[in-house]
């Protein structure tokens, strides 16, 4: 497995918006093994691969942007104020944070009180997102604007990307990072086949999955597949029955969702794949969340599309936990995908 690269993209900034730093790191991993490579207006990335011109077109989609937060205001005393993108406020409190400032990157923490003087009622509850702030060691604003803070700075969990040993890895936006590295080691292994693919690193995917829709209707493919990082629920507490997806049972294949019924030519190739080349899977059990198959299949007169996701704790936190076996299979399946629908 190729570390370094996923660590690259880990730790890469690339808040909804803002998405440069994994953009670049996939045009400068992929760049020689594509035919074309051009981004668009919106930020999206392609890289096309041209096969024989009698085979479907296949776009592949990772979103290249991350859970983050917007500021929004900067008070007297020179606290941030913010908006959240894809994080609930129950993992905010007590969190590193880093923003791009004006002049450079800025490090701040999610302030809290100490227990030593909430209530029991406060104790007992989740902050409010709109009572949370950003303290970056400032006075007060002027101080705060000094530093380069602005309104409209965006920002991200300050995580670093580990290896934990024994197949186990964290990092800070596995969702979609780790699409990306699919995307990205499965368009390589393209290079010198006969398959027509279009990868495609999507902006904007945490706010309501914009860029695919626009990069869909530019490629105009014969199948979509999004390549994705969903929740593994297998911790304690969580009931058998609620637990979407696991660790070390292979990639997710997702039936339906909130944003899209997977086509059913896309779903069974996808079963026919794994069972023929015997790599393992899961269904997705629960079926919420979006990705961007679910603006891919609504585009134009319609494109027959599904989802595959690699299983990761914690997703939309700062930090999630996954393994190598898991990425390696994922990647594995939607080689295996490829080959059965193109033929």
């Known amino acids: 497995m190729n570390k370094p690269l996923l660590e690259k993209l880990s730790n890469a900034f690339g808040p909804p918006g803002h998405e440069a730093e994994p953009r670049n790191i996939l045009i400068e991993e992929l760049q020689d093994y594509a035919d074309e490579v051009r981004t668009d207006k919106l930020g999206n990335v392609f890289f096309t691969h041209k096969g024989d011109e009698k085979a479907p077109v296949i776009m592949l989609a990772a979103h290249t942007d991350e859970v983050a937060v917007l500021v929004t205001d900067i008070d007297e005393q020179g606290f941030l104020r913010f908006h959240p993108w894809g994080i609930v406020a129950n993992v905010l409190p007590g969190q590193r944070m880093m923003l791009k400032g004006k002049k450079g990157t800025l490090y701040g923490i999610l302030g809290t009180k100490p227990p030593h003087v909430l209530s029991a009622e406060e104790r007992k509850a989740a902050i409010p997102a709109d009572e949370l702030f950003i303290d970056i060691g400032a006075t007060d604003r002027e101080m705060a604007e000094a530093k380069g803070a602005y309104v409209g700075m965006t920002g991200t969990f300050d995580v670093q990307f580990k290896d934990l040993g024994d197949g186990y890895l964290w990092g800070k936006a596995f969702d979609d990072r780790v699409g990306c590295y699919v995307m990205s080691e499965v368009f390589k292994w393209a290079k010198d086949t006969s398959y027509n693919i279009v990868a495609v ?103 027959p599309s599904g989802t595959v996701a690699n299983p990761c704790r914690y997703i939309h936190g700062p930090c999630g936990i996954t393994t190598e076996e898991d990425i390696e299979n994922t990647v594995a399946l939607v080689k295996a995908f490829i080959k059965r629908i193109s033929s």
Request: hydrophobic share 40%; net charge negative.
């Open 201 to 303: 690193g999507t902006v904007q995917e945490e706010v309501g999955l914009r860029g695919s829709k626009t990069a869909a209707w530019q490629v105009d493919p014969d199948y979509g597949l999004a390549l994705e990082n969903t929740f593994a629920m297998d911790m304690p507490g969580v009931p058998a029955h609620k637990q979407s997806a696991g660790l070390h049972k292979g990639p997710v294949v997702t039936i339906a969702d909130r944003s899209v019924i997977a086509h059913p030519k896309v779903l069974g190739s996808l079963m026919e794949a794994a069972d023929t080349e015997e790599i393992p899977y899961q269904f997705k059990k629960i079926p919420s969340g979006g990705t961007d198959a679910g603006s891919i299949h609504l585009t134009k007169a319609g494109i």
